[in-house]
């Protein structure tokens, strides 16, 4: 905690507090450690558990993450007061902002690990108190060649960035934008990046219009090449699609390189996509008829993402899958018998 609580309700902040003197939880009440020295930032620490457990403990990066993001926003000419605590939500965001337009802002810099559980709480809580909730990342949920749902469960969306996450590192002092975040079966993670320790820059450029990027020649070779590479290990998902395809005596590997062109590259599934569209297929009767009818005749899985409306995106990824197999000659074409 870098804010305590004096004996007459004050608060104060560690850098400033004096260690003779005795300070308190604002929320619980119980008497506060503060911790100071020349090789550690100033803070303050609990004796035993507070009631908002998930605040304690703070690492090096979130303490010091913290106390940067409210100089950066001061500086921006956005007053906000650190770890104020919210009584009616019991919750205490890291940062509390006052917009001009007369709104709140409480800004999430989250470093440890979070469950979608309190992620969803914690956005809900905020949201029903009028209150936006902007969640900032820290080192540790960097995104990397595949996706998870630690990661995923953070994904924002907006019409002129697509899919993004934002950073901020405190060593570098600068936050980082990953935006048109995008997963194609069988190949790494792809995203833009934006970087800037300039928040009001920060801004503009995502109020700007961006493109995603397209897959190359060369993306597109590899991808079919790891996907028979994939099919060559006769294990998982993969599997059992082959298998229920060569009992409609039809080569999935051969469906599956013409399924590929029409795979999507969102990164909401937690499943590769070429199996739930493969799965579709043939559960379906050929030709497809209805879009109710092949929309619910599958589970699709996707990460869970509480801070966007996943089901949209799944009702119009079907929907375009089914119009692009409707007009080509796919399910005519694959028919590949051995």
């Not at 690492?59 to 007053?79: C, D, M, S, V």
């Not at 900032?136 to 953070?154: D, M, P, R, V």
């Not at 975040?181 to 450029?205: E, H």
């Amino acid at each position: 905690m870098l804010v305590g609580q004096q004996i007459n309700g004050k608060l104060i902040g560690a850098a400033v507090a004096d260690v003779t003197k005795k300070y308190y939880c604002p929320v619980c009440h119980q008497r506060l450690i503060l911790k100071k020295g020349n090789l550690r930032i100033a803070h303050f620490a609990h004796s035993t558990v507070c009631i908002l457990k998930y605040g304690e403990p703070e690492t090096r990066e979130h303490l010091t993450g913290k106390l940067q993001l409210q100089q950066k926003f001061a500086f921006a000419g956005y007053k906000g007061e650190l770890e104020q605590y919210l009584p009616e939500l019991q919750q205490r965001p890291d940062l509390l902002l006052k917009m001009t337009n007369g709104k709140t802002l409480a800004i999430e810099y989250q470093c440890a690990p979070l469950t979608v559980q309190q992620l969803y709480q914690r956005t809900q809580g905020y949201r029903k108190h009028g209150i936006r909730c902007w969640w900032i990342l820290g080192e540790n949920h960097w995104l990397k060649k595949k996706i998870t749902q630690q990661e995923a469960q953070f994904m924002m969306w907006h019409p002129g960035l697509g899919f993004y996450l934002v950073y901020y590192f405190p060593k570098r002092q600068h936050f980082c934008l990953l935006y048109q975040i995008q997963q194609a079966d069988f190949l790494n993670v792809s995203y833009l990046k934006f970087i800037t320790n300039d928040i009001k820059k920060l801004q503009i450029f995502m109020r700007t219009v961006t493109k995603p990027v397209t897959l190359s020649v060369r993306l597109r070779t590899m991808q079919r090449r790891n996907f028979e590479k994939a099919c060559c290990f006769y294990r998982g998902s993969l599997f059992v699609e082959q298998l229920a395809w060569y009992e409609k005596k039809i080569n999935f590997r051969l469906l599956g390189l013409e399924l590929l062109e029409f795979s999507l590259d969102l990164p909401i599934f937690a499943e590769k996509q070429i199996v739930w569209q493969s799965r579709l297929l043939r559960l379906n009767d050929w030709p497809i008829s209805e879009i109710d009818s092949f929309q619910n005749n599958t589970e699709i899985l996707t990460y869970q993402l509480p801070l966007i409306k996943n089901n949209n995106f799944v009702s119009s990824c079907l929907k375009r899958f089914k119009m692009k197999i409707l007009q080509s000659n796919l399910l005519k074409s694959s028919k590949i018998n051995f």
